[in-house]
């Protein structure tokens, strides 16, 4: 055994060097210009991706002659449909940040990043500006071409088209941005007579710029160094998590196709053809594993599935497969796995809870305060007279004309809601009651008793609440 540090240490700094070398990772010195082939997986993708049409068209959606989704900020409004959500109702905000949070986490557990390959933002707009990139300057050898050629009259063109476009797209985007929060028919009138507010400018110029720079440069960058999911991601993974894997026992010794019978093959089904990394967004080998640059996003599944089809290969070298499966370990289906079942739980919790709330909302609210000094007053006839301050909050988006009632006592009588209260839609309207009711009939020093305000909204629908109080006396006489 040769234990010599000077025979064996330029091996083993060999080795470091190779390793190094093999694990390179772009920072960004040179442009990815992935392939672009048709398949399965590219056409779940496009089809995922239109979900983001609902981002873009959704503002103009109309309902009730106004815009069916509106986050009115101005008036601490949000109209989802016929539903009008106010700042007091904002817990169901809570609900829904929490059932999106534990979803990411679900869809992660299970299928890895499958957010960032098929839904995020970063991912479709780059899919879109690389799609356009392709359709003006040809396929990547060409792309790459047109990036080593010195500036002439064609590339200028190009380039302007591309970037004009590229620019455009960005325009959109803060322009539906902005749509979400203001009448969309209107912004684009106020918007280019310059009559928008400030805000709505600065927003529009900051999407555009963003977009941008980020789709259409940083592109891939974007995933590795500025999201903070692409880093936290390998903790929510675990060993039955299914992402895009390499069937490294099935592939290796990689080899190319040569002309010999397959029963005589000493090489795996890897015919080391390089399709799977010419096709990634990112630029990673999925051959080498897991990696903090794969996006999940599948497109290598459909290059390696084309060429085992054109060497007559079984499908299925690259694949969704947990670690689990690849080592021949037993695994679980999805119902079977605890850790679902306490996802399911709290994502229908958080469901039901939104629910609930978005169907229990009242167009009415009512606050009751009881003046504090003095407590009560005597009358000339004897009777016990109580102040009391109602906040009413108009929930709709309708004036509404509110009767106010009062019971909890037989002797109770009402004073200074003998006209019904007139109130704004989605404002507090305050009103002054007194209720009296006389000495005698007192039973307790605290009586309590109940406001109860209805109206009648356009639709002929009713609109009814109610809020306990208490009533207060002297203590009663003993007989």
């Not at 675990?238 to 190319?256: F, L, N, Q």
């Not at 599948?298 to 497969?321: E, H, S």
Request: glycine share 8%; with cysteine; proline share 6%.
């Amino acid at each position: 055994m040769n234990t010599d540090p000077e025979s064996t240490a330029p091996v083993s700094v060999d080795a470091l060097y190779a390793e190094a070398d093999d694990w390179h990772v772009n920072a960004g010195g040179q442009t990815i210009h992935a392939k672009r082939i048709p398949g399965r997986w590219r056409t779940i993708k496009w089809a995922m991706a239109s979900v983001w049409l609902i981002y873009l068209l959704g503002p103009y959606l109309r309902w009730d002659d106004r815009q069916a989704v509106l986050f009115d900020i101005p008036n601490r409004q949000y109209h989802l449909f016929s539903v009008t959500v106010l700042p007091q109702d904002f817990w169901m905000l809570s609900l829904l940040l929490l059932f999106f949070a534990i979803l990411l986490a679900v869809m992660t557990a299970l299928v890895g990043r499958v957010w960032c390959g098929f839904f995020c933002f970063q991912t479709v707009w780059t899919d879109v500006f690389t799609w356009i990139e392709e359709r003006l300057e040809g396929p990547p050898a060409a792309r790459r071409k047109l990036d080593a050629a010195p500036m002439s009259r064609e590339k200028l063109k190009l380039r302007a088209i591309k970037h004009g476009l590229w620019l455009l797209i960005g325009f959109l985007t803060g322009f539906s941005f902005v749509a979400w929060f203001t009448d969309a028919p209107t912004l684009w009138w106020t918007f280019f007579t310059g009559q928008a507010n400030g805000a709505a400018y600065v927003t529009v110029a900051l999407f555009t710029a963003g977009t941008y720079v980020l789709a259409g440069f940083l592109r891939e960058q974007t995933c590795f160094w500025l999201c903070p999911y692409a880093r936290i991601q390998g903790v929510m993974l675990d060993r039955s998590t299914i992402v895009p894997t390499y069937d490294e026992r099935r592939g290796e010794p990689r080899g190319r196709v040569k002309r010999e019978d397959e029963g005589e093959r000493t090489t795996g089904d890897c015919v080391d053809c390089n399709q799977c990394v010419a096709v990634c967004p990112t630029g990673v080998d999925i051959r080498r594993g897991q990696q903090e640059g794969c996006i999940t996003c599948a497109l290598c599944l459909d290059a390696c599935d084309q060429v085992m089809d054109k060497v007559g290969r079984p499908r299925g070298l690259i694949r969704y497969a947990s670690l689990d499966e690849l080592e021949g370990r037993r695994t679980s289906p999805l119902w079977l796995r605890p850790r679902v079942w306490v996802y399911v739980l709290i994502l229908g919790l958080s469901l039901s809870g939104i629910l609930y709330g978005l169907t229990s909302l009242d167009p009415l609210e009512l606050r009751v305060l009881h003046e504090r000094a003095p407590l009560f007053v005597l009358q000339s006839d004897g009777s016990i007279q109580n102040k009391y301050t109602l906040k009413i909050l108009n929930k709709t988006h309708e004036p509404l004309a509110v009767t106010i009632r009062a019971t909890g006592h037989e002797s109770l009588t009402l004073a200074g809601a003998e006209q019904p209260i007139a109130t704004a839609p989605g404002g507090v309207t305050p009103a002054t009651v007194f209720v009296r009711i006389p000495r005698q009939a007192l039973e307790a020093e605290q009586q309590p008793i109940v406001f109860r305000i209805e109206a009648e909204r356009t639709t002929g629908e009713p609109a009814v609440t109610e809020r306990e109080s208490v009533f207060v006396g002297p203590r009663p006489r003993s007989d």
